[in-house]
Nanobody, 123 residues
Framework: VQLQASGGGLVQPGGSLRLSCAAS????????MGWFRQVPGKEREVVAA????????FHADSVKGRFTISRDNAKNTLNLQMNSLKPEDTAVYYC?????????????????WGQGTLVTVSS
């Protein structure tokens, strides 16, 4: 499975961005996908996760009510709508896909990773 993330950029506090992650290859093997983020000197942390079949979701407390994860099975695309962005949301965002489980909240539950896209929230 190959993952290609896009949509990062510079946005002012309170603004919105939409990240997308296109999956290709053996997509049929995916059971769950997620978005993680990482800042220098810190561990990669989960932002949101979704089961590929059924669409159950998980959102971290820090983004609940502001971010929404979704997937388009027909297009093999994972999305993250980010609203009311805060400076502390600044990070490199990674999409990930896992073959087992679903709604994984740790990095070792995922088998495939995208290249990361930088989100900067600043005035």
């Amino acid at each position: 499975v190959q993952l290609q993330a896009s949509g990062g950029g510079l946005v002012q506090p309170g603004g919105s961005l939409r990240l997308s992650c296109a999956a290709s290859g053996s997509v049929f093997s995916i059971n769950g996908m997620g978005w993680f983020r990482q800042v220098p000197g810190k561990e990669r942390e989960v932002v949101a996760a979704i089961k590929w079949s059924g669409g159950r979701t998980f959102h971290a407390d820090s983004v609940k009510g502001r971010f929404t994860i979704s997937r388009d099975n027909a297009k093999n695309t994972l999305n993250l709508q980010m609203n009311s962005l805060k400076p502390e949301d600044t990070a490199v965002y990674y999409c990930a896909a896992g073959r087992v489980g679903g709604l994984g909240r740790t990095t070792n539950e995922y088998d495939f990773w995208g290249q990361g896209t930088l989100v900067t929230v600043s005035s």
